[in-house]
């Protein structure tokens, strides 16, 4: 029965649980550095809009926090409930960066409760701004300490292994394996490249619906030159992660693009299907790409999947997935720079419908580009937990009330969900942006220049 397949439901609700997560810990990463951005260029300029967007932007991050953390522990249960025997072996070597990501996020949650709270209570208002410094570097390195559990699965580094059991336990090289430089980077960049976008979807809805306002325009080119920048640095950090696969993790790659044979001059291939016969069909291929991608030449050697033993190969649907975060990545470099072209021609509108219409898309773009890049990561490493180490039927419990747990914790994450929405809802449909400011900044005028 699916509900008594203990490996299958283990992997479902992690799916669920990460999935879900996923959600909160990346604007988690990525707000905290839009809020102290938006109100240094607000002290900076004098200018209460983007003081107001730093106060209205942190009111919602308290909200996503709050779930992550629900979410976040659910996690931590899941690791001993669901996956016994790989905590057993490897809990050792990642407990460490484990306590390091809750020691970052406490040094996080003690800064943000004392920025939320002291608005308004410094004479010099750079005073209160410093305080977002600290909110930046523990949610970033929140993101760091988790990466390197990731990356250690992925890349397993610092021990030695005596009758099954790790010995010569080295934490911190453990930590800082071969996988942890490109990871970080990835995972970093594009947190901070979604939670842009996701404001930038706010701005651009919202000046397409009701026309917006000075506030909403300056909000807008604010998070669009973010997400452009943001793009860019995810892209180094993508052509990072393929290299790191290219020599270590060659089969992740070569099933992520439909690669078989070892080959020079490989070709990228871009979506298309596969027949019987594992042959590509209705693809769009671009000539050396993969060898350039992976080796950063043309004409490099790319090895092929079927260097991998048949029974360790990954499923070759995450071709798939790689393509579609890769394509929503070059939209968003697109249509960020389109917008940034438009706003520094003077004789083009920036604001017309069509455009503010692609800025509407680019935050829910981004979130799916998030989770099918996790995808991609997670199951492209498949048969393995730990890889070369412990496959996942190894790792996974035993127990036959996975399924019960999965419909639990389904019904707690729609509860978090809808709960989320609806609060969030209250807090800025109640209160919208040009009331707030017109009984804040009573001399600010709408009509001010952007």
């Not at 390195?141 to 992925?154: D, G, Q, Y």
Request: proline share 4%; glycine share 8%.
């Amino acid at each position: 029965m699916f509900f008594e397949d203990s490996v299958l439901m283990s992997r479902l609700l992690t799916f669920l649980t990460l999935g879900f997560h996923i959600i909160f810990a990346t604007v988690g990463v990525g707000i905290p550095i839009m809020i102290s951005m938006a109100e240094f260029i607000g002290i900076k300029k004098k200018d209460p809009h983007y003081t107001l967007l730093a106060r209205r932007w942190t009111r919602g991050f308290t909200i996503t926090v709050a779930v992550g953390v629900v979410t976040g522990t659910a996690i931590g249960l899941q690791l001993s409930l669901l996956w016994p025997s790989f905590m057993q072996f490897a809990g050792n070597i990642i407990s460490l960066p484990l306590f390091l990501e809750v020691f970052a996020f406490f040094f996080e949650a003690i800064f943000l409760g004392a920025y939320l709270y002291t608005w308004d209570r410094f004479k010099n208002p750079i005073f209160h701004w410093l305080l977002s410094i600290p909110i930046v570097i523990g949610s970033t390195l929140s993101a760091f300490f988790i990466t390197t559990v990731n990356a250690f699965m992925n890349s397993p580094r610092g021990f030695d292994v005596e009758e099954g059991k790790l010995t010569a336990v080295e934490p911190f090289a453990a930590m800082f394996n071969p996988a942890t430089p490109s990871k970080v980077f990835h995972v970093i960049t594009s947190s901070y490249l979604t939670s842009a976008a996701i404001l930038a979807t706010i701005a651009a809805f919202i000046i397409l619906i009701k026309k917006g306002t000075t506030y909403h325009k300056k909000a807008l080119k604010m998070t669009v030159t973010a997400t452009f920048i943001f793009a860019i640095a995810t892209a180094v950090a993508g052509d990072s992660s393929a290299k790191y696969l290219a020599e270590y993790q060659p089969d992740k790659l070569a099933a992520g693009e439909w690669h078989f044979e070892t080959e020079k001059s490989a070709d990228l291939v871009i979506f298309g299907t596969l027949n019987e016969n594992n042959e590509v069909e209705n693809e769009i291929r671009i000539p050396g790409a993969l060898s350039f991608l992976a080796h950063g030449d043309f004409d490099a050697e790319v090895e092929g999947l079927y260097e991998t033993p048949k029974d360790e190969r990954p499923p070759l649907w995450i071709h798939y997935m790689f393509d579609l975060m890769v394509s929503i990545g070059f939209y968003l470099v697109g249509i960020s720079m389109l917008f940034l072209i438009f706003w520094k021609v003077k004789k083009w509108n920036e604001y017309n419908k069509w455009l503010l219409t692609g800025l509407a898309v680019i935050g829910p773009l981004a979130m799916l580009a998030i989770e099918f890049g996790w995808i991609y990561a997670e199951v492209g490493r498949q048969p393995w937990i730990i890889r070369g180490f412990m496959t996942v039927a190894e790792g996974a419990t035993t127990s036959p009330y996975v399924g019960l747990m999965f419909l639990l914790f389904l019904g707690l994450y729609m509860v978090l969900g809808i709960g989320c929405i609806v609060v969030l809802r209250k807090i800025f449909k109640n209160n919208p942006a040009e009331l707030e400011l017109e009984s804040r900044y009573p001399n600010v005028k709408e009509s001010d220049k952007e």
